[in-house]
């Protein structure tokens, strides 16, 4: 799959499905622990504890893009260099 900018960032999942994040504008819980690199709990511990924002969709939970986005920027912990 490519993408019309090709330093796009591009996730690869364990079921080798490839999502393009300039196209994709929810992710679901797997998606999210991989991209951010933690475990599906770990996500599940942030919607509980409200630290991330998200939608429910009947059964299923998805998290928008742009506030992911964020929440990475809100919690970034900047050099003092």
């Given at each position: 799959m490519t993408s019309?900018?090709?330093?796009?960032?591009?996730?690869?999942?364990?079921?080798?499905?490839?999502?393009?994040?300039?196209?994709?504008?929810?992710?679901?819980?797997?998606q999210l622990a991989v991209l951010l690199g933690i475990s599906r709990a770990s996500v599940y511990r942030l919607m509980g504890r409200r630290l991330i924002p998200f939608y429910k969709l009947g059964h299923n939970i998805r998290f928008k893009k742009a506030d992911v986005l964020d929440y990475l920027e809100k919690n970034c912990i900047r050099s003092i260099t």
């Open positions: 019309a900018n090709p330093c796009a960032p591009v996730l690869l999942l364990k079921n080798l499905m490839t999502i393009d994040l300039n196209t994709i504008e929810f992710l679901s819980a797997e």
